[in-house]
């Protein structure tokens, strides 16, 4: 498989170094020359020098031949950028990481269905470990043929949990309105804004994007 990853920084490279050592395609992209040749040093790549949330840039790292596209810079809007400009491009998978989790909200509504926050992920983590629960324990429960997704609602989606128009093997887990964990009920109300996650089986996936996908 082929992954471009735009940014250069420690996870970049982390996960370049990962990439490779499973015998992937690499192509590293960063603004820093100097940057990509150190890594150079290190890493067998390829290596774009340039912004990689230009179009022109991203149309050298050849979309049509690239599995994954991972935006990893240390700026949030650089990363939904270039994710963005990514999508129009044909990229099939891509991953924006952000550090400020008020953006992964606008990621949702923009259609970008892989955020990550690393410094949230981390401290999860470590509270988890801190408190002696396993970490691993929801990976290993959501397994086989279970799929989580989730969207943003809009205003045609205020409706009872209920009355959701949701494809027969598809549940609503939780939702989250202004940051707040809530576990509904089937009478319980959805409201535009909030964050609804649902567990579905995988052969529900494609109805389910195609239903919310991002308006353009």
């Not at 420690?10 to 890594?39: N, P, Q, Y």
Request: with cysteine; hydrophobic share 40%.
């Amino acid at each position: 498989m082929r992954a471009v990853l735009i940014g250069a920084g420690s996870l970049g490279v982390m996960t370049a170094r990962l990439l490779l050592r499973h015998r992937h395609e690499v192509v590293l992209i960063d603004t820093d020359k100097e940057r990509l040749d150190a890594v150079a040093e290190e890493l067998d790549c390829g290596m774009i020098c340039g912004d990689g949330s230009r179009p022109a840039l991203l149309r050298e790292a050849d979309p049509e031949h690239t599995d994954h596209l991972f935006c990893l810079t240390n700026n949030d809007q650089t990363n939904i950028l270039a994710s963005l400009v990514g999508r129009s491009l044909g990229f099939p998978h891509i991953v924006t990481r952000i550090e400020d989790p008020q953006y992964e909200h606008i990621c949702l509504e923009l259609g970008l269905e892989n955020p990550i926050i690393p410094a949230r992920t981390i401290g999860r983590l470590l509270s988890d470990l801190f408190e002696g629960r396993d970490p691993l324990e929801l990976s290993t429960m959501i397994r086989d043929e279970a799929r989580v997704f989730s969207f943003v609602a809009r205003d045609e989606d205020q409706a009872r949990v209920e009355e959701l128009p949701l494809p027969e093997d598809v549940r609503v887990i939780c939702i989250y309105r202004s940051g707040t964990l809530t576990i509904p009920k089937g009478k319980d109300k959805v409201e535009p804004g909030d964050e609804v996650v649902l567990i579905t089986h995988s052969k529900d996936l494609e109805k389910l994007k195609e239903r919310w996908a991002a308006k353009p």
